[in-house]
C-alpha cells in the first residue's frame, strides 16, 4: 500500500495549470471549421479579480469543457477591455501613466484567471489599449464614414465637472456621474455621432429573432429605442413658417387648444433675442424635470389645420427638444400633461372632449383629461368615427401630414473629452473642414501621456499640428477619443484573428461567428449588448460579415451577494477570491458558485457553504486516493457477476450520466452537480457496506471524476490520473491524458433512462414513506420492514382507468367490465372507485415484476439507514391485508 495522502489543492491546482499550459490543451486551431464559440463578457482591467468575474467565467469555463467532452471543437477566448477613465484618474493619483498603469494590472489579473484554472486559448488574447487593436477602431469609424453613418453635430451633453468628460445618457445617474457621482451640469460642444438611430427600426424588429436571449434583455432593448408610430403635422404660425409637431394622436386635433415649444426650439430661441418674458423663462424658469409643466405665452397664434380656430403658442419646459420635432400640440381634454398645463392657464385655455366612449356619453374632462380611444365627437365630419380609423384618414387628408415614427433612442455619441482611448482619425483644416485621416496612414498613435486639467491631447503640440490630408495645409487634429463601448463593439470578431495586421478579422468569422454563448451582467442590457448588435448589422450591411446578430445564446448571470448584499468595493462587503483559492483551492470557489443556484439567481456567498464544498471535495479525493491504492485484488472481485446492490448501483451511475448531461446542456447546472455529489455519497456507502463489484466500482468514481471535471477540473485531473495508473494493463496509446479531453462518458446500454426515473422516484418516495412512518408512529428501533408490491390486476386496473377517455365519467364501469378484475369482488369495486376520483391525475408506473426488482435493489440502504431488516415481497408472498393496501407506485409498508 501507498502512503496515504491528503487532498493538497495548492500542489494539485499549480501541477495541472502548468501541464495544461505545456500542452496547450486550450488552443484552438487557425483550421478549425466551426468551433462551438463560448464568450465571457471580457473585463475591464481594474488589477482586481472579484466573485462577480469567478462566477461569470467559471460558466463559460464549465460549459467550454462540456461541450469538449461532448466532441466539440471550442473557442474560448479572454481579453481586455482595457481603455476607459478609470486608469487615467488611477495613473494621476499614483503619479504613473495610463499606460503602464493597465498594463501592471492586465499582468495581475491574467495571473488571478490563471489560478482560478480557467481554460482559455491564451494565444489569442486581445487588449484594445494597444496600437494593433485601436487602429481597427478608426479603421471602423472610416469605413462608417463612408457608409454615411458619422456625423459631426452640436449636442447639449452631460458634462461630469470632476471626471471633465462628456457623459452619454446612459452614464448618468439621475443626474450624477455613474462613476464618480458628481453633479452633472449641461453644456453644448461639437460631437461626433454613429447614427445608430439609421438601425433604429431593424435593432427592434431583430429582437425577435433571439431566442435565445432572455425575455428580459430584449424588452429593456425594446424600451430603449422606443419606437412610437405617429404623425407629424404642420402648424402655420405667421412670420415664423410652419411648426411641425409630432403626434401619436392625430385623431384628438380637433381638440387642439394650444401649441408647445422647447426652450430650445429654434423659434424660442428667436424669440428670446428679442422677448424678455420669453428670455428669462428659458434661462432661468424652465425645468424639464419639475412637477408640474409650466410655460409662458409668445404672443404669437397659429391655425388648427382641420377646424380652422385660433391657436397661441407657448414656450414650454414639458417638451422636450430632442423629442419627436421639439414641438407638440395641446389637447388638453385627453393628455395628462397638457391637461396639467391647461389647468395652469385657465383663462386662456379651453378644454373640449373630442373623443368619447361612445356616441352618447362624453366625457367630463374638466378634473382629468380622457386619455383612452373612442369614438370622435366635436369632429366635424369625423364625428362619430373610431379613433384607429380617424387617425389613418387624418394623416391623409390633412395637407401637411404625413406618418412619423418617432424613436426614444438617440445617436451614439462616441466623443470623448480624455486622454485614455482611441484617437478619432479626424483633421481639422482651415481650407477643408473636417477630414478623416486616410486608412494607410492609421493608426493615429496616441503619444505620451502629460498630466493636465481637461484633455491632455490638447496640450501636446506634437499630437495636435499637423498637415491636412486632403490638401496639406496646416491643420490641427481632433483630440477627442472614442467611448470604450466603440472597442468592445466588435471585439468578439477580432478573436478569430488577433494578430492580422491587414484586416479587422478574417473572413473564418462568417464560419466562427455568431458567439454560440455568450455570458455578462445585466447591466450590459441595454448598451453594450445593443452598440454590439448595431455594428455587427453595419458591417453585415457592408458585405464584411455574413450575420446580422453577433450572440446567438444569452445568458445574464445574477449577482454574488454577500449577507444579502451585492458584493461590491463601494460597500466594503466584498471576499477576495484569492483569499478563499489560498485557502480552499480554485476548485472550492469553482463548485460552490456554480452548485449553490441556477446561473441567472443571485447567490449568496457563505463561508459555511464553501467549507461544506471543501469537505466534500476532500471526501472525493480520500475515496478514489484508497481505492487506487489497493493493488492487485480487484481482478478477483471482478469474478463475481453483479448481484442486485451493484445493480442498483450500476443503474445509479447511469440515471446520473444521463440527469448530468441534461442539466449542462441546459446551463442550469445545479442539477448535474447535486447528482455527482449524490454519487459520490452513494459511492461512499457501497464500500461501507459490501465489497463492492470492482468494475461496477470503478466506472461510478471515473464518472464522477468525469462529470464534475467541468466544474473542478484540477482534482478531476488528479484523480484521474490515479485512477488510470493503477492496474498493470499498459494504458491505451490513443487514450487522452487529460481527463478533459475524455468523452463525456455514456450510460450502459441496458439503461433506459425513461423507465429507470420511474424506478428511482418510486425508491424515493418509498424511501420517504418509511422515513414517515417511523416518524409519525415514534419507533425507536425499527427491526423489522416490510415493503409489498400491488398485485398485477391492479396494475391492470390502473391501466384500464388511465386508457379510458378523459372526458369519460364512468371509469368504474369501464374497469369492473373486465374480467380478471371483477373477480376481485369488492376490493376491486373500491379500488376501481379510487382511480375514478383520481382519474384526472393518473401516471403510469412500472411493472408489478419491476417495481420488486427497483425496490429490491435499493433496500440496502434502507436497511443501512435504519439497521433494521428489509424485505420486499411480491403481493403473492404476502399477507393479505397488506396485498389490499398495496397500490401500483405506492407499496404498502409494515414496521415492527
Ligand atoms: C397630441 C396628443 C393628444 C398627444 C393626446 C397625446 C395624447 P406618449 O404620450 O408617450 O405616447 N409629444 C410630442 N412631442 C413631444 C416633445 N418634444 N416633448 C414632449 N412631449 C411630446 O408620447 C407621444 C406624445 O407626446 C405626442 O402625442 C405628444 O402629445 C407628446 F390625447 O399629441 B400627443
Ligand atoms: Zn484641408
Not at 779 to 796: G, L, M, N, Q, S
Amino acid at each position: 500500500m501507498q502512503a496515504f495522502r491528503e487532498y493538497d489543492h495548492r500542489r494539485i491546482e499549480q501541477k495541472w495549470q502548468a501541464e495544461w499550459a505545456d500542452t496547450g490543451v486550450y488552443r484552438t486551431s487557425d483550421d478549425a471549421e466551426d468551433p462551438t464559440y463560448i464568450l465571457g463578457m471580457f473585463p475591464y482591467p481594474s488589477g482586481e479579480l472579484h466573485m462577480g468575474h469567478v462566477r461569470n467565467y467559471t460558466i463559460t469555463d464549465a460549459y467550454a469543457h462540456y461541450r469538449r467532452m461532448q466532441g466539440d471543437t471550442v473557442l474560448h477566448p479572454m481579453g481586455w477591455d482595457a481603455f476607459g477613465l478609470p486608469a487615467e484618474n488611477a495613473a494621476i493619483e499614483n503619479d504613473t501613466d495610463p499606460h503602464t498603469w493597465t498594463m501592471d494590472c492586465i499582468e495581475r489579473m491574467r495571473e488571478q484567471l490563471r489560478a482560478v484554472g480557467f481554460g482559455y486559448d491564451w494565444d489569442r488574447e486581445i487588449t484594445t489599449c494597444t496600437r494593433k487593436y485601436y487602429r481597427w477602431n478608426q479603421w471602423l469609424f472610416n469605413r462608417f464614414d463612408e457608409a454615411g453613418l458619422v456625423e459631426r453635430k452640436a449636442r447639449a451633453v452631460n458634462w461630469c465637472p470632476s471626471c471633465e468628460t462628456v457623459l452619454a445618457d446612459e452614464q448618468v445617474d439621475g443626474d450624477a456621474c455613474w462613476r464618480c457621482d458628481s453633479l452633472i451640469e449641461e453644456c453644448e460642444l461639437d460631437q461626433w455621432f454613429l447614427k445608430i438611430t439609421d438601425y433604429a427600426d431593424e435593432l427592434v424588429d431583430g429582437l425577435s429573432d433571439l431566442e435565445e436571449w432572455p425575455e428580459s434583455v430584449r424588452s429593456m432593448q425594446r424600451d430603449w429605442i422606443g419606437r412610437q408610430e405617429g404623425a407629424s403635422v404642420n402648424f402655420e404660425i405667421e412670420g415664423y413658417g410652419s411648426v411641425a409637431v409630432f403626434t401619436t394622436r392625430i385623431d384628438t386635433i380637433y381638440g387642439v387648444s394650444f401649441i408647445a415649444l422647447a426652450p430650445d426650439h429654434e423659434i424660442s430661441r428667436t424669440l428670446a433675442e428679442t422677448d424678455e418674458d420669453v428670455r428669462r423663462f428659458v434661462e432661468q424658469e424652465a425645468d424639464p424635470e419639475g412637477d408640474t409643466p409650466k410655460g409662458v405665452e409668445t404672443g404669437l397664434t397659429t391655425t388648427n389645420p382641420v377646424s380652422g380656430g385660433t391657436v397661441p403658442v407657448y414656450v414650454a419646459d414639458f417638451v422636450l427638444s430632442h423629442v419627436g420635432t421639439g414641438a407638440l400640440m395641446g389637447v388638453p381634454g385627453h393628455d395628462e400633461r397638457d391637461h396639467a398645463f391647461a389647468s395652469e392657464n385657465e383663462n386662456e385655455l379651453s378644454i373640449i372632449p373630442v373623443v368619447a366612449p361612445d356616441e352618447v356619453d362624453i366625457p367630463d374632462v374638466t378634473e382629468d383629461a380622457y386619455t383612452a380611444d373612442g369614438v370622435l365627437v366635436h369632429s366635424g365630419e369625423y364625428t362619430g368615427m373610431e379613433s384607429a380609423m380617424a387617425r389613418e384618414r387624418l394623416i391623409e387628408e390633412i395637407e401637411g401630414a404625413s406618418e412619423h415614427v418617432q424613436y426614444r433612442l438617440r445617436d451614439w455619441g462616441i466623443s470623448r473629452q480624455r486622454y485614455w482611448g482611441t484617437p478619432i482619425p479626424v483633421v481639422h483644416c482651415p481650407e477643408c473642414g473636417p477630414v478623416t485621416v486616410p486608412d494607410e496612414d492609421l493608426p493615429v498613435e496616441l503619444p505620451e501621456f502629460i498630466s493636465v486639467r481637461g484633455n491632455p491631447l490638447d496640450a501636446v503640440e506634437e499630437f495636435v499640428e499637423t498637415t491636412c490630408p486632403e490638401c496639406g495645409a496646416h491643420a490641427r487634429r481632433e483630440t477627442d477619443t472614442m467611448d470604450t463601448f466603440v472597442d468592445s463593439s466588435w471585439y468578439f470578431l477580432r478573436f478569430v484573428s488577433p494578430d492580422s495586421s491587414d484586416y479587422p478579422f478574417d473572413s473564418k468569422a462568417d464560419d466562427w461567428l455568431p458567439v454560440d454563448l455568450y455570458v455578462g451582467g445585466v447591466e450590459h442590457a441595454v448598451m453594450h449588448l445593443l452598440y454590439a448588435r448595431f455594428v455587427t448589422r453595419v458591417f453585415s450591411e457592408m458585405g464584411l460579415f455574413d450575420h446580422r446578430e453577433p450572440f446567438a445564446h444569452l445568458l445574464t448571470q445574477g449577482m454574488v451577494r454577500l449577507e444579502g448584499e451585492k458584493m461590491s468595493k463601494s460597500t466594503g462587503n466584498v471576499v477576495s477570491p484569492q483569499h478563499v483559492i489560498e485557502e480552499y483551492g480554485a476548485d472550492t470557489a469553482r463548485l460552490f458558485t456554480m452548485q449553490t443556484a441556477r446561473p441567472e439567481r443571485d447567490f449568496d456567498w457563505t463561508e459555511t457553504g464553501v467549507r461544506s464544498i471543501h469537505a466534500f471535495l476532500e471526501r472525493l479525493h480520500d475515496l478514489v486516493i484508497e481505492y487506487a491504492a489497493i493493488d492487485g485484488d480487484r481482478d478477483d472481485e471482478c469474478c463475481h457477476d453483479r448481484g442486485t446492490i451493484d445493480e442498483y448501483v450500476a443503474r445509479e451511475i447511469d440515471a446520473t450520466i444521463v440527469t448530468a448531461r441534461d442539466s449542462y446542456e441546459s446551463l442550469s447546472f445545479v442539477d448535474a452537480l447535486r447528482e455527482s455529489r449524490e454519487l459520490v455519497d452513494l459511492l461512499c456507502q457501497y464500500r461501507e457496506y459490501t465489497s463492492p463489484h470492482a468494475l461496477t466500482f470503478e466506472r461510478g468514481l471515473s464518472v464522477a471524476v468525469k462529470l464534475l471535471s467541468p466544474v473542478t477540473p484540477h482534482l478531476c485531473e488528479e484523480l484521474w490520473a490515479e485512477l488510470n495508473s493503477k492496474g498493470d494493463e499498459p494504458k491505451n496509446e490513443d487514450e487522452p491524458t487529460f481527463v478533459i479531453e475524455t468523452a463525456w462518458p455514456e450510460p450502459e446500454p441496458e439503461h433506459d433512462a425513461e423507465r429507470y426515473e420511474l424506478a428511482r422516484r418510486l425508491v424515493e418516495e418509498t424511501r420517504e414513506d418509511v422515513r414517515q412512518i417511523i416518524d409519525v408512529a415514534g419507533i425507536d428501533d425499527p427491526e423489522h420492514i416490510e415493503i409489498v408490491v400491488a398485485p398485477e390486476w391492479k396494475h391492470h386496473a390502473l391501466e384500464i382507468a388511465i386508457e379510458t377517455d378523459r372526458e369519460h365519467t364512468n371509469v368504474i364501469g369501464e374497469i369492473m367490465a373486465d374480467d380478471t378484475v371483477r373477480t376481485h369482488g369488492e376490493t376491486a369495486a373500491d379500488y376501481a372507485t379510487h382511480l375514478q376520483s383520481e382519474h384526472r391525475s393518473l401516471s403510469r408506473t412500472l411493472s408489478p415484476e419491476r417495481e420488486f426488482e427497483a425496490l429490491s435493489r435499493a433496500s440496502w440502504l434502507t436497511r443501512r439507514k435504519f439497521d433494521a431488516d428489509v424485505l420486499v415481497l411480491r403481493a403473492e408472498d404476502a399477507d393479505e391485508d397488506l396485498e389490499q393496501e398495496a397500490r401500483p407506485g405506492r407499496p404498502a409498508i409494515r414496521i415492527e
